[in-house]
C-alpha cells in the first residue's frame, strides 16, 4: 500500500468565477469535474510540468481523484483534487491547476475556487450542508478567510462552514 501523505495547501484563489475564464480573450467557459482515470494520469505527471505524484494520490484506498475540464472537452485537464469522504464532512488533501493555469501566464482563472466549489457541492448534495475541512500553509490561512469564507479552527487546519459553501455553491452551479 502506499504511504499515506500530509499536504498543507499551497494554492492561491486567483478569481472566483462562475466557470473559467480564458486570461486572454476574457471568454467563460462551462465546466464539469469527472472522476479521473488511468489513462488521465498519462499526462498529469512532474514530466509534464505537475507539481504532485497524481498516480500516488489516484492509488491511495481513502481518496478520490477529480478532474475540472472544459465541458465538451474532456481530454485537457485544468485542473485536479483529492478529497475523502469522512462521513460528516469531506477533507481536501489536494488541489493543482495544471501548468499552463499557474503564474502570470496563466490561460484560465477560476479553476481552484471551481474545485472548491465542487468539493462543497458534491458534500452538500450527500446531506452533510457541505462542509469542508483542509490544512493550509500559514501564509495562506488569511487569503483561504478572505476569499473562501473558510475558518481558521487552529493551528494550520481551516474549514468552510455550510453557509459559505452554499455561496461558493451558488457561484459556481446557479442552477
Known amino acids: 500500500m502506499e504511504k499515506q501523505t500530509k499536504y498543507h ?28 482515470t488511468k489513462a488521465d494520469l498519462k499526462n498529469a505527471t512532474k514530466k509534464n510540468g505537475w507539481l504532485f505524484k497524481w498516480t500516488s494520490e489516484f492509488k491511495l484506498a481513502d481518496r478520490q481523484v477529480f478532474k475540472l475540464t472544459i465541458r465538451n472537452n474532456p481530454g485537457i485537464i485544468q485542473g485536479l483534487i483529492s478529497i475523502s469522504d469522512y462521513c460528516d464532512h469531506y477533507y481536501l488533501h489536494l488541489i493543482e491547476s495544471a501548468p499552463f493555469n499557474l503564474g502570470k501566464r496563466k490561460l484560465y482563472e477560476g479553476v481552484p475556487g471551481n474545485l472548491f466549489a465542487f468539493t462543497c457541492k ?6 452533510y450542508q457541505g ?9 495562506l490561512v488569511t487569503h483561504y478567510e478572505k476569499i473562501l469564507g473558510a475558518t481558521h479552527i487552529g493551528g494550520q487546519k481551516m474549514v468552510i462552514f455550510p ?13
Open 9 to 36: 495547501l499551497d494554492i492561491e484563489i486567483d478569481k472566483l468565477t462562475n466557470s473559467i475564464v480564458n486570461t486572454i480573450s476574457g471568454d467563460s467557459f462551462p465546466t464539469d469535474v469527472h472522476p479521473i
Open 122 to 127: 458534491t458534500f452538500w448534495d450527500k446531506g
Open 131 to 139: 462542509f469542508i475541512s483542509f490544512t493550509s500553509k500559514t501564509k
Open 163 to 175: 453557509q459559505e459553501a452554499l455561496r461558493l455553491i451558488r457561484k459556481y452551479y446557479p442552477h
